[in-house]
């Protein structure tokens, strides 16, 4: 089990405008601004996308796992940023050698763990790994922006 969180979801909402049931975030764990985050998702068999993917094997959707990496590296970038971006909203616009390695299933924990690689024209870019019981389930690379809401 994690520790305390540093943000929990409803500071998480402040941040991002993501709501159930989009919101793939449950708390942010470690925070080096402007370096890396870590960022907690508890799958649980009440998910809305369990039904249909998989029917009687529940297999979280890769594309969710990227997505919550995504939602954790756009908390990194929106804390590691100046006060001109607060009126904005974190767009995701770019993914790099997604690969999944072992299914995320209800009852898992992800821990969603992004290292800031650069921010070049406003354009973050990240690497992002997701491991359930310290097990790498995902990796892929991500780029971030802001842009007016």
Not at 47 to 59: C, L, M, R, S, T
Not at 63 to 90: C, F, H, N, P, W
Not at 105 to 115: H, K, N, S, Y
């Amino acid at each position: 089990m994690e520790g305390e969180a540093m943000l929990d979801v409803n500071e998480i909402m402040k941040i991002l405008p993501h709501r159930y049931p989009f919101l793939l975030v449950d708390r942010i764990v470690e925070m080096e601004a402007g370096k890396r985050i870590v960022g907690i998702k508890n799958v649980t068999c009440n998910e809305p996308f369990f039904p249909g993917h998989f029917p009687g094997h529940p297999v979280m959707p890769g594309v969710l796992i990227i997505e919550a990496m995504a939602q954790v590296a756009g908390i990194l970038a929106y804390l590691s940023s100046d006060d001109s971006i607060r009126s904005k909203v974190t767009y995701f616009v770019g993914i790099d050698n997604a690969k999944f390695r072992k299914p995320v299933v209800p009852g898992d924990q992800l821990r969603l763990e992004l290292e800031a690689v650069g921010c070049k024209r406003g354009i973050w870019t990240f690497t992002g790994r997701a491991f359930v019981a310290d097990k790498l389930v995902a990796e892929s690379g991500l780029k971030a922006t802001f842009a007016d809401k």
